[in-house]
């Protein structure tokens, strides 16, 4: 009975804090609303965002009290966050959808509560899916900057920190019903889990009486209770699989370490592979930072390119930059040659004198004929000089071309 009394308590706190769930049969929609769209449909729409927990603005124009009739950016971006949030396409068209939807939810959430304010439906489901529909709100407010609307960093901070434990909660709610289902003991798991209830539930208290310090110091308790009841009931956080994913890379540098060596000790070059080992550990320290300083997102992303370069490292084995840049410099001087030829050949059509650019033109290709030999001896240096000596007799053979 007693969890019966918190869990109404905690949707009504969430509720009084994010917006109410409103009935959305006072609005008439007959037709599509999206950008552009002007009508009282449109305000009714606006009015009904506002108090479902998906603000189409915190102050001003569209907020709670102040809506239009006027379907703008604001708008579309609230419909995407709940049609985001209800499973629908988050294309920010109001369409018969969306409509049908939002009736539906209006009508499902009358039941859950009679003339006397008791609840006459599953708690869960409506706890559950305010949570969602507050994690694509807050995630929204985000993506168009309307969370520095909140009235001051204090408030913002709390926000934050009760839309994290709001995830946590909902992950541990979850992964401890996934456990239960597998026959596994949920005792200790579901204690941790009601601590972090009532933790975000005085978080909340707090927040109501402008105490956003103390709000977020209770919701972070809150996060952190959740967490330990996630874990407990066989959950792995994003911070246990970024560890796991540092091990992973450690290792993958390690054994790229030794198949170098053992290249260089057959004769192979590896002053290439080298380099870019010494970029992929270079990622690899930064992404450790990242990790101790709890930014996993980064983390990750550092991860993964050390990951790539890990392969570019082992890959590049037996590669060599002389060797590269004398590839290139004999493409150039053949690409140099055949452009040289087409205007020689040209202007003889034409009736010019092209004695001497022949000449010069043959010189060229005999200097190309000795850098390709220089390569094949793998004396990359002496191949770029003659590959350059090349690329300038064919420009010179061009230039030499007369009436």
């Keep these: ?3 019966k009394i918190f869990k109404t308590l905690f949707l009504l706190a969430i509720i009084g804090l994010f917006g109410q769930i409103d009935a959305a049969s006072s609005c008439n929609f007959t037709r599509n609303l999206s950008v552009g769209s002007v009508g009282e449909d449109v305000r009714c729409l606006q009015n009904y965002l506002n108090t479902s927990g998906f603000p189409v603005a915190l102050k001003g124009a569209g907020s709670l009290g102040h809506e239009t009739n006027n379907y703008k950016d604001l708008t579309k971006q609230a419909v995407k966050a709940w049609q985001k949030s209800v499973g629908l396409k988050d294309d920010g068209i109001f369409g018969s959808k969306s409509a049908a939807k939002a009736l539906e939810l209006s009508n499902n959430s009358s039941a859950y509560s009679g003339s006397n304010g008791t609840s006459n439906g599953t708690a869960d489901d409506l706890i559950i899916a305010s949570l969602r529909a507050e994690i694509a709100n807050l995630e929204n407010q985000i993506a168009t900057s309307q969370a520095s609307s909140y009235r001051t960093p204090e408030d913002k901070e709390a926000i934050e920190a009760i839309k994290k434990a709001i995830s946590m909660i909902q992950d541990a709610e979850e992964q401890i019903e996934e456990a239960e289902d597998d026959g596994d003991n949920v005792s200790r798991p579901q204690k941790d889990l009601a601590d972090a209830r009532e933790d975000f539930y005085d978080a909340v208290d707090s927040y109501f009486k402008n105490s956003y310090e103390k709000a977020t110091d209770l ?4 996060y952190d209770n959740a967490q330990d009841a996630y874990e407990d009931a066989g959950g792995e956080t ?5 560890e796991e994913l540092i091990d ?3 290792e993958m540098i390690e054994e790229a370490e030794d198949e170098i060596d053992e290249a260089d000790d057959d004769g192979e070059d590896v002053d290439r592979a080298e380099d870019i080992l010494d970029d992929a550990k270079d990622a690899f320290d930064e992404a450790e930072d990242a990790f101790d300083d709890e930014d996993y997102e980064l983390a990750e992303e550092l991860l993964e390119e050390a990951e790539d370069l890990i392969d570019d490292a082992i890959d590049a084995i037996g590669e060599n930059d002389d060797e590269d840049e004398a590839d290139d410099a004999i493409d150039d001087a053949k690409d140099a040659i055949d452009e040289a030829e087409e205007e020689i050949e040209e202007a003889e059509d034409d009736g010019y004198d092209v004695d001497e650019a022949w000449d010069l033109l043959e010189e060229a290709e ?10 094949d001896d793998e004396d990359y240096d002496k191949a770029i000089d003659y590959a350059e000596d090349a690329i300038d007799l064919a420009e010179e053979a061009i230039d030499a071309i007369e009436d």
């Design 219 to 222: 919701a972070l308790d809150a």
């Design 366 to 375: 005999e200097e190309l004929e000795k850098a390709e030999d220089e390569f």
């Design 248 to 250: 992973e890379i450690e």
């Design 238 to 242: 994003e911070e246990d699989e970024i």
């Design 1 to 3: 009975m007693k969890n």
